[in-house]
Protein backbone atom coordinates (compact mmCIF):
# COMPACT_ATOMS: atom_id res chain seq x y z
CA UNK A 1 0.00 0.00 0.00
CA UNK A 2 1.20 3.53 -0.88
CA UNK A 3 1.70 6.41 1.73
CA UNK A 4 -1.60 8.00 0.36
CA UNK A 5 -3.61 4.76 0.74
CA UNK A 6 -2.17 4.12 4.29
CA UNK A 7 -3.70 7.84 5.26
CA UNK A 8 -7.19 7.24 3.33
CA UNK A 9 -7.58 3.88 5.45
CA UNK A 10 -6.60 5.72 9.05
CA UNK A 11 -9.14 8.06 7.93
CA UNK A 12 -11.89 5.68 7.05
CA UNK A 13 -11.18 4.32 10.77
CA UNK A 14 -11.43 7.40 12.34
CA UNK A 15 -14.57 8.28 10.15
CA UNK A 16 -16.09 5.46 11.32
CA UNK A 17 -15.06 6.09 15.33
CA UNK A 18 -17.05 9.33 15.21
CA UNK A 19 -19.63 8.21 13.59
CA UNK A 20 -20.14 5.64 16.20
CA UNK A 21 -19.33 8.82 18.73
CA UNK A 22 -22.43 10.11 17.22
CA UNK A 23 -24.48 7.61 17.67
CA UNK A 24 -23.49 6.76 21.24
CA UNK A 25 -23.81 10.79 22.40
CA UNK A 26 -26.66 11.61 19.76
CA UNK A 27 -27.83 14.83 22.42
CA UNK A 28 -24.71 16.67 19.94
CA UNK A 29 -27.09 15.98 17.29
CA UNK A 30 -30.61 17.05 18.73
CA UNK A 31 -28.69 19.94 19.37
CA UNK A 32 -27.52 20.95 16.10
CA UNK A 33 -30.60 20.09 14.71
CA UNK A 34 -33.14 21.43 17.31
CA UNK A 35 -31.84 24.83 18.15
CA UNK A 36 -32.06 25.48 14.18
CA UNK A 37 -35.81 24.24 14.30
CA UNK A 38 -36.32 26.79 17.75
CA UNK A 39 -34.85 29.44 15.99
CA UNK A 40 -36.77 29.01 12.58
CA UNK A 41 -40.51 28.29 14.69
CA UNK A 42 -39.49 32.00 16.65
CA UNK A 43 -38.13 33.69 13.92
CA UNK A 44 -41.24 33.40 11.57
CA UNK A 45 -44.35 33.21 14.02
CA UNK A 46 -43.34 35.93 16.67
CA UNK A 47 -41.20 38.57 14.59
CA UNK A 48 -42.07 37.23 10.87
CA UNK A 49 -45.15 39.43 10.52
CA UNK A 50 -43.45 42.10 11.62
CA UNK A 51 -39.68 41.75 9.69
CA UNK A 52 -41.46 40.63 6.22
CA UNK A 53 -43.58 43.08 5.80
CA UNK A 54 -40.30 45.20 6.03
CA UNK A 55 -38.78 43.15 3.12
CA UNK A 56 -40.95 44.82 0.33
CA UNK A 57 -41.90 41.85 -1.14
CA UNK A 58 -45.05 40.61 -2.64
CA UNK A 59 -46.63 38.47 -0.14
CA UNK A 60 -45.06 40.24 3.16
CA UNK A 61 -45.67 39.06 6.15
CA UNK A 62 -44.41 35.70 7.55
CA UNK A 63 -44.51 33.96 3.88
CA UNK A 64 -41.83 36.43 2.43
CA UNK A 65 -39.98 36.25 5.86
CA UNK A 66 -39.76 32.11 5.95
CA UNK A 67 -38.22 32.86 2.36
CA UNK A 68 -35.89 35.20 3.79
CA UNK A 69 -34.23 33.69 6.57
CA UNK A 70 -33.96 30.43 5.56
CA UNK A 71 -30.75 30.45 4.57
CA UNK A 72 -29.43 32.07 8.00
CA UNK A 73 -30.88 29.30 9.52
CA UNK A 74 -29.42 26.90 7.76
CA UNK A 75 -25.33 29.14 8.73
CA UNK A 76 -26.89 28.72 12.26
CA UNK A 77 -27.17 24.54 11.55
CA UNK A 78 -23.49 24.92 10.34
CA UNK A 79 -22.25 26.44 13.16
CA UNK A 80 -24.09 24.68 15.70
CA UNK A 81 -21.96 21.91 14.41
CA UNK A 82 -18.76 23.48 14.55
CA UNK A 83 -19.54 23.76 18.21
CA UNK A 84 -19.93 19.87 18.92
CA UNK A 85 -16.97 19.23 16.51
CA UNK A 86 -14.82 21.49 19.09
CA UNK A 87 -16.62 19.73 22.40
CA UNK A 88 -15.85 16.29 20.68
CA UNK A 89 -12.13 17.12 19.97
CA UNK A 90 -11.57 18.42 23.47
CA UNK A 91 -12.65 15.45 24.85
CA UNK A 92 -10.31 13.31 22.91
CA UNK A 93 -7.52 15.45 23.81
CA UNK A 94 -8.41 15.87 27.73
CA UNK A 95 -9.29 11.58 28.21
CA UNK A 96 -5.62 11.08 26.62
CA UNK A 97 -6.74 9.44 23.24
CA UNK A 98 -4.75 11.63 21.29
CA UNK A 99 -1.73 11.05 23.17
CA UNK A 100 -2.16 7.25 22.46
CA UNK A 101 -2.64 7.64 18.74
CA UNK A 102 0.48 10.24 18.76
CA UNK A 103 2.61 6.70 19.24
CA UNK A 104 0.43 4.45 16.93
CA UNK A 105 1.57 3.86 13.05
CA UNK A 106 -1.05 6.08 11.76
CA UNK A 107 -1.39 8.99 9.69
CA UNK A 108 -1.65 12.02 11.66
CA UNK A 109 -3.74 14.29 9.55
CA UNK A 110 -6.41 10.76 9.61
CA UNK A 111 -7.53 11.63 13.22
CA UNK A 112 -8.15 15.43 12.11
CA UNK A 113 -10.01 14.35 8.89
CA UNK A 114 -12.22 11.98 10.79
CA UNK A 115 -13.60 14.62 13.11
CA UNK A 116 -14.34 16.59 9.98
CA UNK A 117 -15.18 14.28 7.94
CA UNK A 118 -18.15 13.09 10.47
CA UNK A 119 -18.87 16.68 11.38
CA UNK A 120 -19.81 17.46 7.55
CA UNK A 121 -21.88 14.47 7.42
CA UNK A 122 -23.69 15.29 10.20
CA UNK A 123 -24.21 18.96 8.78
CA UNK A 124 -25.70 17.67 6.07
CA UNK A 125 -27.95 15.48 7.48
CA UNK A 126 -29.07 18.56 10.24
CA UNK A 127 -29.24 20.74 7.16
CA UNK A 128 -32.11 18.16 5.59
CA UNK A 129 -33.89 18.11 8.40
CA UNK A 130 -34.01 21.91 8.84
CA UNK A 131 -34.76 22.59 4.94
CA UNK A 132 -37.84 19.71 5.11
CA UNK A 133 -39.27 21.65 7.87
CA UNK A 134 -39.36 24.74 5.94
CA UNK A 135 -40.87 23.22 3.62
CA UNK A 136 -43.67 22.11 6.31
CA UNK A 137 -43.99 25.67 6.82
CA UNK A 138 -44.57 26.58 3.52
CA UNK A 139 -41.18 27.52 1.99
CA UNK A 140 -41.26 27.57 -1.43
CA UNK A 141 -37.53 28.44 -2.99
CA UNK A 142 -37.68 28.81 -6.72
CA UNK A 143 -34.52 26.74 -6.92
CA UNK A 144 -34.11 23.99 -9.79
CA UNK A 145 -31.68 20.88 -9.74
CA UNK A 146 -28.46 23.17 -10.47
CA UNK A 147 -29.38 25.97 -8.08
CA UNK A 148 -29.90 23.32 -5.59
CA UNK A 149 -26.73 21.50 -6.13
CA UNK A 150 -24.91 24.55 -5.97
CA UNK A 151 -26.37 25.18 -3.26
CA UNK A 152 -25.68 22.09 -1.45
CA UNK A 153 -21.46 22.57 -2.95
CA UNK A 154 -21.70 26.16 -0.96
CA UNK A 155 -23.26 24.79 2.43
CA UNK A 156 -20.43 21.96 2.06
CA UNK A 157 -17.57 24.65 1.28
CA UNK A 158 -18.72 26.47 4.43
CA UNK A 159 -19.24 23.53 6.52
CA UNK A 160 -15.63 22.01 5.70
CA UNK A 161 -13.90 25.55 6.62
CA UNK A 162 -15.96 25.94 10.05
CA UNK A 163 -14.74 22.37 10.69
CA UNK A 164 -11.43 22.76 10.58
CA UNK A 165 -11.61 25.92 12.39
CA UNK A 166 -13.76 23.63 15.19
CA UNK A 167 -10.87 21.18 15.45
CA UNK A 168 -8.53 23.97 15.88
CA UNK A 169 -10.46 25.50 18.67
CA UNK A 170 -10.67 21.62 20.33
CA UNK A 171 -7.29 21.42 20.22
CA UNK A 172 -5.98 24.77 21.51
CA UNK A 173 -9.04 24.20 24.52
CA UNK A 174 -7.43 23.32 27.76
CA UNK A 175 -11.10 21.85 28.78
CA UNK A 176 -14.08 20.37 27.28
CA UNK A 177 -16.05 23.41 28.93
CA UNK A 178 -13.59 25.85 27.56
CA UNK A 179 -14.62 24.12 24.19
CA UNK A 180 -17.56 24.68 24.10
CA UNK A 181 -17.42 28.41 24.71
CA UNK A 182 -15.04 28.92 21.99
CA UNK A 183 -17.50 28.53 19.02
CA UNK A 184 -19.95 30.51 20.43
CA UNK A 185 -19.33 33.51 18.50
CA UNK A 186 -20.14 31.24 15.53
CA UNK A 187 -23.73 31.12 16.33
CA UNK A 188 -23.67 34.75 16.46
CA UNK A 189 -22.71 35.93 13.15
CA UNK A 190 -25.59 35.60 10.76
CA UNK A 191 -27.13 37.83 13.47
CA UNK A 192 -24.63 40.60 12.76
CA UNK A 193 -25.07 39.63 9.15
CA UNK A 194 -27.75 39.49 6.71
CA UNK A 195 -28.89 36.42 8.37
CA UNK A 196 -32.30 38.02 9.68
CA UNK A 197 -32.61 41.75 8.63
CA UNK A 198 -31.15 43.08 5.51
CA UNK A 199 -27.45 44.86 5.87
CA UNK A 200 -29.16 48.19 4.82
CA UNK A 201 -31.48 48.45 8.04
CA UNK A 202 -28.42 48.06 10.15
CA UNK A 203 -26.13 51.21 11.86
CA UNK A 204 -23.69 51.87 9.88
CA UNK A 205 -20.85 51.11 11.98
CA UNK A 206 -22.38 47.33 11.87
CA UNK A 207 -23.38 47.91 8.65
CA UNK A 208 -20.10 47.32 7.84
CA UNK A 209 -19.13 44.83 10.02
CA UNK A 210 -22.01 42.90 8.67
CA UNK A 211 -21.29 43.31 4.57
CA UNK A 212 -17.93 42.06 5.37
CA UNK A 213 -17.58 39.39 7.18
CA UNK A 214 -17.87 35.67 5.84
CA UNK A 215 -21.06 34.26 6.77
CA UNK A 216 -22.84 36.97 5.07
CA UNK A 217 -21.75 35.94 1.58
CA UNK A 218 -22.39 32.63 1.90
CA UNK A 219 -26.09 33.67 3.36
CA UNK A 220 -26.88 35.89 0.55
CA UNK A 221 -25.32 33.44 -2.14
CA UNK A 222 -27.16 30.75 -0.82
CA UNK A 223 -30.25 32.92 -1.03
CA UNK A 224 -29.85 33.95 -4.18
CA UNK A 225 -29.86 30.52 -5.52
CA UNK A 226 -32.66 29.01 -3.59
CA UNK A 227 -35.13 32.14 -4.28
CA UNK A 228 -33.95 33.60 -7.76
CA UNK A 229 -32.41 37.23 -5.76
CA UNK A 230 -29.29 38.55 -7.31
CA UNK A 231 -25.85 37.00 -6.26
CA UNK A 232 -23.57 39.25 -7.29
CA UNK A 233 -19.83 38.44 -6.53
CA UNK A 234 -21.15 36.90 -3.14
CA UNK A 235 -20.48 33.20 -4.64
CA UNK A 236 -16.59 34.49 -5.18
CA UNK A 237 -16.13 36.53 -1.54
CA UNK A 238 -18.04 33.48 0.02
CA UNK A 239 -15.66 31.11 -1.91
CA UNK A 240 -12.59 33.19 -1.03
CA UNK A 241 -13.65 33.02 2.69
CA UNK A 242 -13.86 29.06 2.76
CA UNK A 243 -10.67 28.92 1.52
CA UNK A 244 -8.76 31.05 4.16
CA UNK A 245 -10.75 29.63 6.59
CA UNK A 246 -10.49 26.34 5.74
CA UNK A 247 -6.54 26.43 5.59
CA UNK A 248 -6.02 28.85 8.44
CA UNK A 249 -8.26 25.91 10.51
CA UNK A 250 -6.00 22.72 8.69
CA UNK A 251 -2.67 24.26 9.33
CA UNK A 252 -3.85 25.59 13.27
CA UNK A 253 -5.33 21.71 13.83
CA UNK A 254 -1.84 20.05 12.47
CA UNK A 255 0.25 22.44 14.69
CA UNK A 256 -1.89 21.46 17.61
CA UNK A 257 -2.20 17.94 17.06
CA UNK A 258 1.95 17.67 16.32
CA UNK A 259 2.65 19.54 19.66
CA UNK A 260 4.90 18.09 21.90
CA UNK A 261 1.93 17.21 24.65
CA UNK A 262 4.25 17.73 27.28
CA UNK A 263 3.88 21.28 26.37
Not at 15 to 37: C, D, E, Q, S, W
Not at 215 to 242: H, K, Q, S
Amino acid sequence: MTTLSYAAHDSATMLRRNLKRMVRYPALTMFVIGGPLVFLLLFVFVFGGTLGAGLGGTSGGRAEYLRYVVPGILMMTVAGTAQGTAISVAMDMTEGIVARFRTMAISRAAVLTGHVVGAVIQTMLAIVVVVGFALLLGFRPSAGPVEWVAAIGVLMLITVAVTWLAVGLGMAAKSVESASNAPSALLLLPFFGSGFVPTDSLPAGLRWFAEYQPFTAVIETVRGLLTGGPIGNNALIAAAWCVAIAVLGYLWALRSYNRDPAR
